[in-house]
């Protein structure tokens, strides 16, 4: 009983930077995973970052090689938010970005199947 909603879309510049959030409502987890994902047009849904937590122990953060280094991922437990922080966008990272929301940090972390709760989608268009 997960509501997730995206805001930060936009359109920006090669090189420029854009910061998505994305908000949770419902029951909080004291564990659990929230992930982004993208899907460009005329190709299939990709894992772009992902982060898990659980009560006591430390956040860990993912990325798929087409970002690392170049977008950052975190999350503020008292405000039930993710963020995503692109920077160096390039003309590649065109694509509607969606947040996705587990309530276990175990299991693969790339796999949109392993995610129940999903967001609407922001849209994210980079100009060369």
């Known amino acids: 009983q997960v509501q997730l909603v995206e805001t930060g879309g936009g359109l920006v510049q090669a090189g420029g930077s854009l910061r998505l959030s994305c908000t949770a409502s419902?029951?909080?987890?004291?564990?659990?995973?929230m992930g982004w994902f993208r899907q460009a047009p005329g190709k299939e849904r990709e894992f772009v970052a992902a982060?898990?937590?659980?009560?006591?122990?430390?956040?860990?953060?993912y990325y798929a090689d087409s970002v690392k280094g170049r977008f950052t991922i975190s999350r503020d437990n008292a405000k039930n938010t993710v963020y995503l922080q692109m920077n160096s966008l390039k003309p590649e990272d065109t694509a509607v970005y969606y947040c996705?929301?587990?309530?276990?940090?175990?299991?693969?972390?790339?796999?949109?199947?392993?995610?129940?709760?999903w967001g609407q989608g922001t849209q994210v268009t980079v100009s060369s």
């Open positions: 419902g029951r909080t987890s004291s564990s659990g995973a």
């Open positions: 996705a929301a587990r309530s276990s940090r175990f299991g693969s972390h790339w796999d949109g199947g392993n995610y129940p709760y």
């Open positions: 982060i898990t937590w659980s009560v006591g122990s430390a956040y860990y953060e």
